[in-house]
């Protein structure tokens, strides 16, 4: 029997047909993350405040990538960014399982015969569509395609198997199921898709290659494989990314313990709750359902112990004294949300805050320095610059990343307006190492003394520039327009202040003090410098509102 066997035809056919299934569901993913990564995004965003609702976050957003590990990966990155905790993302995590679900509930239906048809379909709406949105959907119908048609090849090359009594015996050793579920794990590392695990059994199973059980343990093998993928992710990632990969390897290799012993009593549970019919009969059908009813029953039962499993991780990972991130670093910048541009741009707008708020410590602390402080003071205000100019430097280097992937018009409008923003911080930073640092040092040459009643009226001006840059963070950190509104409306109030300001100074020049002269230019430059930078925070103002409501009015 082993001379009749094609050993090359059998090789190709498997590795092309495997080939095409994971190109097929790397196109299909990628489609879908352009489609829906502002979903993903709100679905993360809105559904992590408890375990239940993050559970269904996981399941969502999983539902919609098709991969367990991505998400995972996406958990990673939002962690590293700083937008979210270990202990928000274990329900995510556990929800991301159920998700994975719905491809081995597709494909166990006999999808080989339609592959030809959603490949060509795929291709005609991908090739021939002029809109963005149309084309990536059709994209997501040819890596569907590709997926049937790769399933379709291995089907066929693995024919002969079934008169082939080596692989017979291979089969037969597989009654071990924990045999069975290291070849499994062992498997879905190399190709990192538990997916492509699954679409196998389902092939092998289709053409009575494999019993139910050992297909079972397989499959029960091939959720532990799966976290290869994030653990790899995490590798040099802060230490609660680290942690998120390790509750996603926790979480299925404590599962798939809890259930091995049980492989018999799933299989017969799956042949009981599987239809009879000719769509959805036979083994294919019933792994499918074990393989749904292993992941929901294995989140159920765990959701209830997500603080111990956070704290199992905290114990594996523990803080390194050593990780004190310099202030400038960026917090929310990820390489690993570019393939997603509504995760990546969202992180830009957060990394801006950031920025903001290095610059408005810096803000904060100029007038006292530039009024009374010492040469010391003066040199620390200057230095703070520097990590104002490193982050913005780091934020338009990943525009620039963002901006050599395809973007939605809605999305290449965003971007530009927060690479505005960013800019306008930018700005106002040099304003202040360059025109207040000078003034200062100019003070303390000239041995000038500004009075308290002076500084007093300046204060007032300071505390309004402050206060407004307050209100364009907060417009920009929580996407409100009534906050950005509210900043553009200080402009009255700043300029009674700054008129207040000037008529103090020119009436001061009355004073006897020889130095009076040198005193007044700079009162008015810092004055100045003040009435500039607000000019600046009211334009971050306004293109916050062009940004997040462009039906609000906007005043001149």
């Not at 997501?140 to 082939?164: E, N, T």
């Not at 290869?228 to 590798?235: E, G």
């Not at 992941?295 to 114990?315: M, P």
């Not at 004294?321 to 690993?336: G, M, N, Q, S, W």
Request: charged letters at 20%.
């Amino acid at each position: 029997m082993t001379s009749e066997l094609n050993q090359l035809e059998l090789g190709t056919g498997l590795i092309g047909g495997l080939a095409l299934f994971l190109f097929g569901m790397d196109i299909m993913t990628r489609a879908l993350k352009q489609v829906a990564g502002a979903s993903m995004k709100s679905i993360l965003a809105r559904m992590t405040g408890n375990r239940f609702t993050g559970l269904i976050a996981g399941a969502s957003v999983t539902a919609i990538i098709q991969s367990s590990s991505i998400t995972t990966v996406l958990l990673v990155g939002f962690i590293s960014a700083g937008l979210m905790t270990t202990s928000q993302s274990v329900a995510v995590i556990l929800g991301a399982n159920i998700g994975t679900t719905i491809t081995a509930q597709i494909l166990a239906f006999k999808v080989t015969a339609l592959a030809l048809p959603v490949l060509s379909l795929g291709f005609f709406v991908s090739f021939i569509a002029k809109n963005k949105a149309t084309r990536e959907k059709g994209r997501i119908i040819l890596g569907l395609g590709m997926v049937f048609f790769g399933m379709s090849i291995m089907s066929d090359a693995m024919k002969p198997l079934r008169s082939y009594e080596p692989f017979l015996d291979f089969m037969l050793s597989l009654d071990s199921v924990l045999l069975a579920a290291l070849v499994g794990a062992g498997f879905t590392a190399l190709v990192q898709s538990s997916s492509a695990t699954t679409g196998i059994l389902i092939v092998m199973a289709g053409q009575g290659l494999i019993a139910l059980e050992p297909a079972v343990a397989l499959a029960l093998g091939a959720n532990i494989g799966t976290c290869v993928t994030a653990l790899l992710a995490s590798i040099g990632a802060p230490r609660e990314a680290v942690r998120a990969a390790l509750v996603h390897t926790v979480f299925n290799v404590a599962g798939v313990l809890i259930w091995i012993g049980f492989v018999d009593q799933l299989a017969d549970l799956a042949r009981t709750i599987s239809p009879d019919s000719s769509e959805a009969s036979g083994i294919p059908r019933q792994l499918a359902n074990v393989h749904t009813f292993f992941n929901i029953a294995n989140a159920l039962l765990f959701i209830g112990f997500t603080s111990q499993l956070t704290r199992i991780v905290e114990w594996l990972a523990p803080d390194k004294v050593e990780e004190i991130e310099p202030k400038f670093a960026a917090k929310h910048l990820d390489a690993k949300f570019l393939d997603v541009p509504a995760f990546a741009i969202d992180a830009v707008r957060l990394e801006v805050v950031h920025l903001g708020t290095l610059l408005r410590e810096m803000l904060q602390s100029a007038v006292p320095a530039v009024v009374t402080g010492s040469p010391l003071d003066v040199d620390r205000l200057h230095v703070m610059d520097r990590p104002v100019d490193l982050l913005h430097r780091e934020i338009v280097g990943y525009i620039r990343q963002i901006s050599l992937r395809s973007l939605a018009a809605d999305q290449s409008r965003l971007l530009l307006g927060l690479a505005k923003i960013a800019n306008d911080m930018e700005h106002i930073g040099d304003l202040v190492a360059t025109g207040l640092v000078t003034s200062a040092r100019k003070r303390m040459e000239e041995d000038v003394v500004i009075s308290p009643a002076t500084a007093g009226v300046i204060k007032g001006v300071h505390e309004h520039v402050v206060d407004a840059l307050d209100g364009a963070l907060l417009a920009l950190d929580e996407q409100d327009t009534i906050a950005a509104a509210d900043v553009r409306q200080m402009k009255a109030r700043f300029t009674a202040l700054v008129e207040d300001a000037a008529s103090h100074q020119v009436a001061r020049l009355r004073t006897d003090d020889p130095k009076r002269l040198h005193t007044y230019s700079r009162e008015i430059e810092l004055t100045e410098t003040l009435d500039d930078i607000f000019k600046i925070i009211r334009r971050i103002a306004r293109t916050e509102l062009g940004l997040f409501d462009s039906a609000l009015p906007k005043e001149a």
